[in-house]
């Protein structure tokens, strides 16, 4: 159906994460994908959802001289908040296990910014979805780090993986946008530029 509404767009997913190019293939939506190997930074006066925001308008920027008149672009970033600290992808299975022992018995807040890009418009947004974790157990968390990869993931889990299964108690918004992309609000969005 988006099809239909964006066929004059040659749509682009600016990014190397595996889970958004299945989750715009769910959507339905034909599509290139293009990556950039920049490292992105943020202003420490930005905080939550703005982050987020900042972080996907950053990437789009990085392909600015590069878009055709038909081109759409889409760029999101996801972060990971608990108590005001940002838990990006760790750095090797000791971060990983320090990050989910934090989240473990805590609800912490996943927030992903989209940025969908012409060369003559730009609509920036974000979504927020609460995550509670059980009290992980130490051997869970060593069970998860040692056969699942958690080094490619803000704050160090999938939600669709092993221990999303089992030690997720209740999720509060976008089930999607935990795994990379809200795709509700991107679905409504994308109707904007028909």
Not at 128 to 155: A, R
Not at 156 to 178: A, C, E, F, P, R
Request: hydrophobic content about 35%.
């Amino acid at each position: 159906m988006l099809n239909d509404f964006l066929a004059k767009y040659n749509i682009i997913l600016a990014s190397s994460s595996p889970r958004r190019k299945e989750l715009l293939t769910d959507l339905g939506v034909k599509f290139t994908i293009k990556t950039t190997s920049n490292e992105e930074t943020y202003p420490a006066i930005l905080k939550n959802e703005d982050i987020a925001k900042f972080l996907a308008q950053e990437k789009a920027s990085y392909f600015l001289n590069q878009l055709k008149s038909n081109d759409l672009l889409i760029t999101a970033d996801t972060i990971v908040t608990l108590d005001g600290i940002i838990f990006n992808k760790p750095k090797d299975k000791n971060e990983a296990f320090n990050i989910l022992s934090k989240l473990s018995d805590n609800t912490h807040k996943v927030i992903t910014g989209v940025c969908i890009k012409t060369q003559n418009k730009e609509l920036v947004f974000s979504s927020t979805t609460l995550v509670t974790f059980k009290k992980l157990l130490e051997q869970e968390i060593n069970f998860y780090i040692t056969n699942y990869n958690p080094l490619d993931k803000s704050g160090s889990y999938g939600i669709q993986d092993w221990i999303g299964k089992v030690g997720i108690t209740t999720i509060k918004g976008s089930y999607t946008n935990v795994v990379g992309l809200p795709l509700t609000e991107l679905y409504e969005n994308l109707k904007k530029f028909k």
